[in-house]
């Protein structure tokens, strides 16, 4: 995958170094003045401004983090109880490459901190739209995971309410969205995002906009066979949502070459699809031996028993409707231009529900891109 991306980025360079040669057949340029010509076309010039060059290559910073809130009510050894797994993996820290021609380009960044794992993203903008494709895949070996279970006595909170996974938890997501916007006249939002594009005076819009989400959730494993104990047998979460929204964007110029920008939007998940696996263990049947509870016992000695010996067994699956709920996505970048070059950073929120009978929660997903980019 890593090989392919860079001979496509290679690709793209040599390609727009041709283009500035004018090497290309006359088709071709035919098609890329077309191009041009349609990246400003009907657009406040006093307002925004195409760029002369129309390659860009970018080397970006990648830090994300992401979080996992759900809430169970059950029965154990014949006692309700509650519980409120807070699940958080550390921020992890990526770097890669975007390159794209005029309001379109692909990009690859790869982890060098934290959890194991890589982002590929896909992104279109044009003068009333922007389309965009994030693929995000990782594995973290110590996730924080809060169990804040009311089984848990308050005086032991402190050393048993905060564990680690022994086991990597795999989170697998994929995010398209879609915005048009209603002041494409004189508000980009290539400006802030791509690139592309150069607002010369501050202007918002409103904007609708469009979301699909699948998301993977992994824990199954025999070693956190405890933890899909406490959950009811759940292991692995799968989730596909559609989403539509309406918000507001705004690009804030206070100096010339300085963007700033802001975008909320409120989304209506009207579909809201889980696919739930559920899992056996021989958490009770382990609770039954005396060291299980044996005072004596050390907690090196307790932690090698019992992940020595706990298990689960696959025992199926589910798949139904979680029913509408509300999300939530918002952004912030600022981007400052300079001659052919320009640095920037913009961030990212999304917040994802779900609903199992009595299981529900959320994963919340953010991370902050800085970049460094040059036009050719």
């Known amino acids: 995958m890593q090989k392919k991306l860079i001979w496509i980025l290679a690709a793209l360079f040599f390609c727009g170094q041709a283009m500035a040669q004018n090497d290309l057949p006359s088709l071709v340029k035919k098609a890329k003045n077309l191009i041009d010509s349609m990246s400003v076309k009907g657009v406040d010039r006093c307002y925004i401004d195409a760029p002369e060059k129309p390659w860009r290559i970018i080397v970006r910073g990648n830090v994300n983090q992401s979080i996992l809130n759900m809430r169970t009510v059950g029965t154990m050894s014949g006692v309700d109880y509650s519980a409120k ?8 820290r990526y770097i890669g490459v975007w390159a794209g021609y005029r309001g379109c380009g692909l990009g690859y960044t790869k982890n060098v901190g934290g959890d194991k794992g890589s982002y590929f993203t896909v992104s279109a903008t044009g003068k009333f739209y922007s389309a965009n494709l994030r693929i995000h895949s990782f594995e973290n070996n110590s996730p924080h995971f809060d169990l804040n279970s009311d089984l848990i006595p308050e005086e032991d909170k402190d050393k048993w309410g905060k564990v680690h996974l022994t086991n990597p938890i795999k989170v697998h997501a994929v995010i398209a969205d879609a915005f048009y916007l209603f002041n494409g006249k004189r508000f980009s939002y290539a400006a802030a995002y791509s690139q592309s594009k150069i607002q010369k005076r501050s202007a918002g819009s ?9 998301g993977s959730i992994d824990y199954a494993s025999h070693s956190n066979g405890d933890l899909i104990y406490a959950m009811q047998g759940l292991g692995k979460v799968k989730l596909w949502q559609g989403s539509v929204g309406l918000g507001y964007a705004y690009n804030w110029v206070p100096t010339r070459g300085l963007l700033v920008n802001a975008t909320a939007m409120p989304m209506l998940t009207l579909v809201n699809r889980i696919k739930a696996y559920g899992y056996a263990t021989n958490v009770e049947q382990l609770m039954e031996d005396p060291i299980f509870w044996d005072p004596n016992t050390s907690d090196e000695e307790w932690d090698e028993w019992f ?30 231009n300079f ?23 959320y994963l919340n997903d953010w991370f902050i891109n800085t970049s460094v980019g040059v036009r050719l």
């Not at 409707?321 to 981007?335: C, I, P, Q, Y």
């Open 339 to 361: 001659g052919r070059y320009f640095v920037g950073a913009y961030g990212q929120f999304n917040n994802m529900r779900y609903r199992h009978n009595s299981s529900h929660g």
């Open 85 to 92: 797994p807070h699940l958080k993996t550390e921020p992890s």
């Open 307 to 336: 992940y020595n010996n706990v298990h689960i067994t696959p025992m199926g699956d589910r798949t139904f409707n979680s029913g509408m709920t509300l999300n939530f996505d918002a952004r912030l970048s600022v981007t400052y």
């Open 206 to 214: 409103l904007m609708a906009g469009a979301m699909y989400y699948q």
